[in-house]
């Protein structure tokens, strides 16, 4: 009785190992996304501005900090660069029509 008990529990404390270690994986493996007005973004996302200025439209996120909660997308053109912070949903202009911000 007592060696049953012994199998049973290494087969539970084996399955919970293994259900931990493929939890922690795929935590690990997950694509980095954010959040802004309700939406997760993640990279390779398209994301638009409201004003809607021309070649400004769809935009790609090329990255994510999620330490000052913000990420940056560029247009396919590279003559749009902006850095969006998702805390006010707004963006600041990098690169506008191929002319870079010295303000940013």
Known sequence: MKKNKKIILGVIIIVVAVV??????SALSA????????????VG???HTEKGDEGSQGMVIVSIN??????LSESP??????????TTGLCQWLVKNGEINPYA
């Open 31 to 42: 694509p980095d996304s954010i959040e802004m007005d309700g939406q997760t973004w993640q």
């Open 66 to 71: 999620n330490e000052d909660n913000s990420f």
């Open 20 to 25: 931990g270690v493929g939890v922690l994986i």
């Open 77 to 86: 053109d590279g003559k749009y660069k902006a850095k969006w912070d998702t």
């Open 45 to 47: 996302d398209v994301v």
